[in-house]
């Protein structure tokens, strides 16, 4: 129920939902040349410590300028780009533009004279999808990435959705244990919808959870559903007790900021803190002061 909710509720909010009616042809025919026309852009939605407020990073989303129909969101693209095999160099683009930014970010920091009180450094998530994931090339690729822009592992997180993890193997959960011990953070996205599997959660290489938006709706309502809010509570110390991180997606009101503060949720990302948009926008970029 909260899932469909959710679904509805976003599709209605979505600019880019106003292609919904655009023919699969369309997209099918302009996609493999996309790449090259240089017609993908990122945007990026900061993710917000709760502790103290700060920006602890920024998710990278991929945003497709189309010829014919303007800006698409990702949903409209990125399972047709999975299909064909497009996402393979398309996610490795958007991962060198996202550790590119992570340099760019973190070399204005360091010109500004900003300490940032975190230990760790100003981090960029970047979102992979299945077929990358079981792609030989993923490490070395990663590896290359960071050395290129001179940035440390730990400036990048990968989301993996949890779905895309299941069923795997010990073989193939390697790379991203690699990635991990490399000091790539981990995160396994869009946690808690599909088949979640909580005796899972401890093989995974994964070192921060995030939570579905899906469960941030319950937490909205003045009092907020108490199920929801036991829910969330509880995936909240279980990731804890397992030694994860937890960040809750899709934050729209002070009223779940607040819920979600006495939670103990680690970080959390969403329109009410800041929507994704061009690095330039950014609003106070990292400064201790946001
Ligand atoms: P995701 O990784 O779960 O990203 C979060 C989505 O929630 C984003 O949608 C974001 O714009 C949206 N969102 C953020 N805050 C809120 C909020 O407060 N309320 C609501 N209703 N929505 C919020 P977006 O940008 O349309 O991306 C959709 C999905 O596309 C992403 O879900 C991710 O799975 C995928 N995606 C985006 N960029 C990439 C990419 O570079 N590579 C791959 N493989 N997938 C990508
Ligand atoms: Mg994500
Ligand atoms: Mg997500
Ligand atoms: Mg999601």
Same mark, same amino acid.
């Given at each position: ?160 959705? %949890? ?6 193997? %010990? ?9 991990? %011990?490399? $000091? ?7 946690? $808690?919808? $599909? ?10 290489? +994964? ?44 934050? %729209? ?36 002061? +946001?």
């Amino acid at each position: 129920r909260a899932k469909d909710g959710g679904g509805n509720r976003y599709e209605l909010a979505d600019p880019d939902s106003d292609a919904r009616a655009i023919d699969r042809h369309s997209l099918t025919n302009h996609l493999p040349g996309a790449l090259e026309r240089d017609e993908f852009f990122l945007e990026y939605q900061p993710l917000i410590r709760m502790s103290d407020g700060r920006v602890d990073g920024a998710e990278a989303l991929v945003r497709w300028r189309h010829p014919v129909h303007g800006r698409l969101g990702p949903d409209r693209f990125i399972p047709l780009a999975e299909h064909t095999g497009l996402i393979v160099p398309l996610g490795r683009w958007v991962l060198e533009q996202a550790v590119e930014q992570a340099r760019r970010w973190q070399r204005e920091l360091k010109e500004a004279g900003i300490e940032r009180s975190l230990k760790e450094p100003l981090r960029v998530n970047v979102n992979l999808s299945p077929r990358q994931l079981h792609h030989p090339d993923l490490v070395p690729d990663t590896v290359a990435v960071l050395e290129a822009a001179g940035v440390s592992p730990d400036s990048l997180c990968l989301e993996v959705t %949890e779905s895309a993890l299941i069923g795997a193997d %010990e073989d193939e959960l390697k790379p991203l244990r690699q990635l991990a %011990e490399l $000091g790539v953070d981990i995160a396994l996205d869009d946690f $808690g919808t $599909g088949y979640s599997n909580l005796a899972n959660l401890r093989r995974l290489p +994964a070192t921060t959870l995030k939570l579905d938006r899906s469960f941030t709706q319950g937490l909205q309502r003045h009092p907020a559903d108490p199920v929801d809010v036991t829910f969330v509570g509880g995936i909240i110390s279980l990731a804890h007790a397992l030694g994860l991180r937890v960040t809750v997606e899709g934050v %729209e009101t002070e009223a779940q900021a607040h819920q979600l503060r006495q939670l103990d949720c680690d970080t959390a990302q969403g329109w009410y803190y800041a929507r994704p948009a061009a690095p330039k926008d950014i609003p106070a970029c990292w400064a201790d002061s +946001a």
